[in-house]
């Protein structure tokens, strides 16, 4: 029989079995030897003691949050408690691009803010061909939008603690009853209160709720921000070298475009920020 992983919780699976029941089950020792371990989201066999004996191809995967086979991803920030930080943004999105997640922006906390005070954000993301969705807790704006979305959907909401991720969930559909921290002004920020991945059905796809960041590190080199990163993806082919860094190589078009306005310094000086911490992929061979 099939299923998919739900939950793990101290080496224990839940799982939707193909008669759509609940079960509990462990895996088979087989994937300790191999060093692969079955993860939330994914599609796995059991056998007829209900142990897991096998993992079906991955579509994707992603190391924090830990989940498999997503169909694309909220990216969920607030405007204000948190502060909106582009840095942050262009850090998730690179992140996400990096693992071959298709990503939704959406913009939490509409109701604390003024429209005219974030216009230029959605106008540079837009820009960029994320979409992007203003959302309120408050006053739902958004909320339609989003459902229509995930219809059908494997979908998970992704950001900082305290942005708003359970809150939301608990919009959709308040049977998910998701606990809801509190956004501390005093720490500025959130304080974690979804501690572990989980997946929940919503309609014919399902909906994961996930640990919110408080930092975040990217796993990757520099050589691979550099085409991930972005505002930059739709151009680098055309740089001259295929490996361009876009600091002071020739012929650079990532470069000419900053010139040109295309890109935005303010995306740029992220993308240098963000590079700066990566080691280079030469430097491992
Ligand atoms: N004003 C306002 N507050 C919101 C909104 N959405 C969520 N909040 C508040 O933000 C706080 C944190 O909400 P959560 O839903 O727990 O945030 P989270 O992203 O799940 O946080 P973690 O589980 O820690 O990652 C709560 O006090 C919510 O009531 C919103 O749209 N507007
Ligand atoms: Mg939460
Ligand atoms: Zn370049």
């Known amino acids: 029989m099939e299923g998919k992983v739900l939950a793990v919780s101290g080496g224990i699976y839940r799982i939707l079995n193909s008669q759509k029941t609940i079960i509990t089950c462990k895996p088979r020792g087989i994937f300790r030897h191999h060093n692969k371990k079955p993860l939330v989201g994914d599609q796995v066999i059991l056998d007829d003691e209900n142990m897991i004996v096998q993992i079906k191809e991955r579509k994707n995967v992603l190391i924090r949050p830990t989940i498999a086979n997503l169909d694309f991803a909220f990216v969920v920030t607030s405007l204000k408690e948190p502060d909106f930080s582009s840095l942050l943004l262009d850090k998730f999105l690179s992140m996400l691009s990096l693992n071959n997640v298709e990503t939704v922006i959406i913009l939490s906390k509409y109701d604390l803010v003024k429209e005219d005070n974030i216009a230029m954000i959605v106008d540079s993301y837009q820009s960029l061909g994320y979409k992007v969705i203003r959302y309120s807790k408050k006053t739902q704006e958004g909320l339609k939008e989003i459902k229509a979305m995930m219809k059908d959907k494997t979908v998970a909401f992704i950001g900082q603690t305290g942005v708003g991720k359970s809150s939301l969930i608990n ?3 308040p049977n998910y009853n998701r606990a809801v921290g509190e956004y501390s002004l005093a720490l500025g920020r959130g304080k974690h209160q979804t501690k572990e991945v989980v997946i929940f059905p919503y309609g014919e796809g399902y909906l994961a709720d996930t640990p ?33 860094l876009h600091q002071n190589e020739k012929n650079c078009k990532v470069k000419e475009h900053l010139q040109s306005g295309k890109i935005s310094k303010e995306h740029y000086q992220n993308y240098l920020t963000l590079l700066k911490d990566l080691p280079y992929r030469k430097d491992r061979y």
């Open 171 to 173: 919009l959709i559909d």
């Open 212 to 244: 919110g960041f408080s930092s975040l590190e990217l796993q990757c080199f520099k050589e691979d921000l550099a085409r991930c990163f972005p505002s930059f993806s739709h151009y680098v082919n055309e740089c001259y070298f295929t490996d361009c």
